[in-house]
């Protein structure tokens, strides 16, 4: 008979897959009653062999063990995972869900249909900004994972991640430790970096792991990944450094020597994300470290960090994420003790059963909360199914005596029918309203976070053009030179038109008499004569018209310069080039490879006050608007 109160928690690892049952006790406890590991081999390191290795050994495991439940937590191996910290600016909370949705699609490496994400909000800092964790993993990944437990007959709860599964594991066991402490999680693909202070947790995925040691040591000694894993794990240990003397065996003598390479360059990252939390995230130095993970056990690893970070040797130790949980008799202590420091993310999952943890994320794929849902249904389906045929037998066993009472009642169902066809009809409008507004809502929160953009371009750019003036004229010997922009539109995709195009055929910005744009130069004007004022090019997304929904994207610019003929050709040239030269330069807002200066030579009449150049300027990030 299953057991209500427990279940599983199985952390699909690069290279290991652990299976632990978990009893929630009477007194609000978590005890382990079972537990299980399997070595996945070669073919899980490889993407086309990962689910079929995956799922012969949670198979195996399932049938090896007595377990009690079908309820099962999972939990996704970091180097399929994305995560960041990021902060949000004190808002009202009414937005923190747009922002955030902003937020996600501005940093996740993934359109966002393709993945499941999540985020939880971890509190706010001293300046009121809100630290947010985000997370995500690829759709078809999780729901790989997903099939494999259906597959073995298991029911799904909910699906987390490394990280999260360990801050809850260390915040439950060592909540009574002081000061800032760091947790490094050595896996065979990834390593996972945490920092806990002050009740708060910041966490780095390192894409360095154990398995760089076997790949090394088997391209050097050439031996297969196989056989080059099997000496790793039953004679490597890290070298020491220093003037100590290699091992006889040549096979330890290379695997202490990588060992420690590969744990250098992992020092390395540690190192600089160190400096990271203490600069940007205000964090302490790490007055302890603790190591988990199935490459931390390898010899003399604590002793390499314990030189490396500078701690004493008794601030260096192993993870145990049983130190308050209890353990069933019949449990192998001593075997369990051989891999506890592996079980940071099982315990993490039992957690998230037994009450509100830290962190708590849940990266379900769509068609396993469908198949949850339906599968609640069924009861309901079932008698529905049975009430029906009793009615169709019934209504067949009495049909010559009920015929007429059947067609009244189809007549009043109808009559009621009606009006409810009509509200469904009524919410399905009112829902569509609803998502139209939405979209507009996200449009306008990007306007918002665009406000600045074009006041700090054109004020660079004004200042640039101020600069030219200057080093042209010292460079004439002290001549005086005038630039302005004569003229600024956007280029816009064929058959596309401006509100202010639309009205006076043209979508241009031209500096007017008594306008923004004024030469520099004392008594040089414009040569063209004075024209009537006209309406300003005008952009949807820029001036706030709402227009046509046209779904426009502005990546270039068309700027015509007027400058002071300085009556060689040559110099007018050189004095266009240099203009464009200038700009390319301004990589903040231009990309340099798209602006350019159309035209070539520059032969003006001498009696000319003023030349004439145009450049395309390509915008470094394109503008969207509707």
């Known amino acids: 008979m299953l057991n209500a109160k427990s279940f599983l928690a199985v952390d699909f690892g690069a290279a290991t897959l652990k299976l632990a049952e978990f009893l929630l006790t009477e007194d609000g406890g978590l005890q382990l009653r079972n537990y299980a590991f399997m070595a996945l081999g070669q073919d899980a390191t490889q993407e086309t062999g990962r689910e079929a290795a995956l799922q012969k050994a949670l198979d195996d495991l399932l049938a090896q063990g007595s377990y009690g439940t079908k309820a099962l937590n999972i939990c996704a191996p970091g180097f399929h995972t994305f995560s960041k910290f990021v902060k949000l600016p004190p808002v009202d ?111 780095r995925g390192i894409n360095i792991g154990a398995h760089a040691i076997t790949q090394e040591f088997s391209r050097e000694a050439k031996l297969s990944a196989e056989e080059a894993e099997r000496i790793k794990i039953e004679q490597g240990f890290v070298s020491l450094g220093g003037a100590y003397e290699d091992p006889d065996n040549p096979h330890q003598a290379a695997i202490s020597k990588i ?80 891999g506890v420091h592996t079980m940071g993310e099982v315990v993490g999952l039992g957690l998230r059963n037994l ?43 009495f049909f010559s005596k009920v015929a007429s009472q059947k067609q009244d009642a189809l007549r009043r169902i109808e009559d009621r029918s009606g009006p409810l066809s009509a509200k469904a009809d009524q919410l399905k409008r009112a829902n569509n309203d609803l998502l139209s507004v ?138 266009a080039n240099m203009v464009t030269k200038a700009l390319q330069k301004m990589t903040n807002w231009l990309e340099a490879t798209g602006t350019t200066l159309e035209g070539g030579k520059f032969n003006v009449d001498p009696e000319e006050l003023v030349f004439h150049f145009e450049l395309q300027l390509k915008l470094k990030r394109p503008i969207y608007f509707d």
């Open 438 to 575: 939405q979209m507009k809502a996200e449009r306008l929160t990007g306007l918002l976070l665009d406000r600045f953009y074009w006041p700090q371009f054109f004020s660079e750019l004004r200042t640039l053009l101020h600069g030219l003036e200057k080093t042209m004229g010292t460079e004439l010997g002290g001549r005086p030179v005038g630039l302005w922009i004569h003229q600024l539109a956007p280029l816009l995709p064929p058959g596309i038109v401006s509100g202010a195009e639309s009205e006076t055929g043209s979508a241009s910005a031209q500096a007017e008499p008594g306008g923004g744009f004024q030469p520099v130069a004392p008594g040089v004007r414009p040569a063209e004569p004075a024209r009537p004022p006209r309406p300003p090019w005008r952009v949807p997304a820029l001036t706030g018209d709402p227009g046509p929904a046209v779904g426009v994207e502005l990546t270039k610019l068309k700027v015509v310069f007027q400058a002071t003929n300085l009556k060689n050709p040559a110099e007018n040239t050189e004095f």
């Open 93 to 203: 909370t009414s937005k923190v869900t747009q922002i955030i949705q902003y937020e996600a699609q501005q940093n996740v490496p993934f359109p966002l249909e393709e993945v499941v994400w999540d985020y939880q909000i971890l509190g706010a800092n001293a300046t009121g900004e809100l630290e947010v964790l985000l997370v995500a993993i690829k759709t078809d990944v999780v729901e790989r994972l997903s099939r494999i437990a259906e597959n073995s007959g298991l029911r799904l709860q909910l699906v987390d991640i490394s990280q999260a599964a360990l801050c809850n594991a260390f915040r439950y066991n060592y909540a009574d430790v002081e000061g800032c402490s760091m947790l490094l999680d050595i896996g065979a693909k990834t390593s996972n970096l945490l920092f806990f202070e002050k009740g708060s947790v910041y966490s």
């Open 355 to 397: 009450a509100h943890c830290p962190v708590e994320l849940n990266l379900m794929p769509k068609s396993s909360k469908q198949r949850q849902e339906l599968e609640k249904k069924k009861p309901f389906f079932i008698a529905a199914a049975a009430c029906l045929i009793l009615a169709v037998f019934a209504a067949g066993w």
């Open 259 to 338: 060992a420690r390479q590969v744990l250098t360059r992992l020092h390395i990252q540690v190192n600089q994300t160190i400096q990271f939390y203490r600069g940007q995230q205000g964090g302490s130095t790490p007055e302890r470290l603790y190591l988990s993970g199935g490459a931390s056990i390898m010899p003399y690893t604590a002793q390499f960090f314990s030189e490396k970070l500078n701690l004493a040797p008794e601030l260096v130790e192993y993870f145990n994420p049983f130190r308050y949980v209890q353990i069933a008799e019949g449990v192998d202590r001593e075997e369990l003790a051989k």
